[in-house]
Nanobody
Framework: QVQLVESGGGSVQAGGSLRLSCAAS?????MGWFRQAPGSEREAVAF???????RYADFVKGRFSISRDNVKTSLYLQMSSLKPEDTAMYYC?????????????????WGQGTQVTVAS
């Protein structure tokens, strides 16, 4: 059974930084982060596949950076210049197949989520 475990969420002041981590029980081809605020739909944040291609939502470009370890089982999201509107539950998603996109439907496996709260 594939497991994804996130960590690193917390509360920060606007302008602060946080680093999220996601540990997968086996290597995955595609991994990424989604977020969901109360009353809102889950939205794509950042993605990285084994070929090294990264994709970012426009609202995080220049502020967030996604990376993976060499073993391809851990995923990271370095978040800087955080804004109150970044407040959400952040979910790690992973899939063994190639050609994954940025839709939640493209990912088979999900973590339990880690809360990020940014105070103004």
């Amino acid at each position: 059974q594939v497991q994804l475990v996130e960590s690193g969420g917390g509360s920060v002041q606007a302008g602060g930084s946080l680093r999220l981590s996601c540990a997968a029980s086996i290597p995955m081809n595609a991994m990424g982060w989604f977020r969901q605020a109360p009353g809102s739909e889950r939205e794509a944040v950042a993605f990285l596949d084994l070929s090294g291609i990264t994709r970012y939502a426009d609202f995080v470009k220049g502020r967030f950076s996604i990376s993976r370890d060499n073993v391809k089982t851990s995923l990271y999201l370095q978040m800087s210049s955080l804004k109150p509107e970044d407040t959400a539950m952040y979910y790690c998603a992973a899939d063994p197949r190639v050609g994954r996109g940025t839709s939640p439907d493209d990912y088979w496996y999900w973590g339990q989520g880690t809360q990020v709260t940014v105070a103004s």
